[in-house]
């Protein structure tokens, strides 16, 4: 019994961990909710193999800048779409 608890303690506390595997952490320093881009300064990026830095992505979809403010932090994943840097995924 005493294993089981143990068990279904470390998944509870496993799974967002590993469910958030992907996502990367940063600070929106710039939000553009004309254009939909966001400045992150970001840490790496393992899937794009980007390392740490300062830069400006497009956002895949409007509804993801609703609830930030510059000088949040986030984690985010992003991923080439149409050939752009875009954030598809954020997570505050
Ligand atoms: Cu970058």
């Not at 279904?8 to 939909?36: E, Y």
């Not at 984690?75 to 995924?89: C, Q, S």
Request: no cysteine; charged share 25%.
């Amino acid at each position: 019994m005493k294993n089981f608890v143990l068990t279904a303690a470390f998944a509870v506390l496993a799974a967002p961990v590993l469910a958030d595997a992907h996502l990367s952490k940063g600070t929106i320093t710039k939000i553009d909710r004309q254009w939909n881009k966001l400045t992150i300064d970001h840490g790496p990026l393992a899937n794009l193999d980007m390392p740490a830095m300062k830069m400006v992505f497009q956002v895949a979809d409007a509804a993801l800048l609703a609830d930030l403010q510059e000088g949040d932090e986030i984690e985010f994943a992003a991923d080439r779409v149409d050939g752009k840097l875009t954030v598809v995924e954020i997570d505050k």
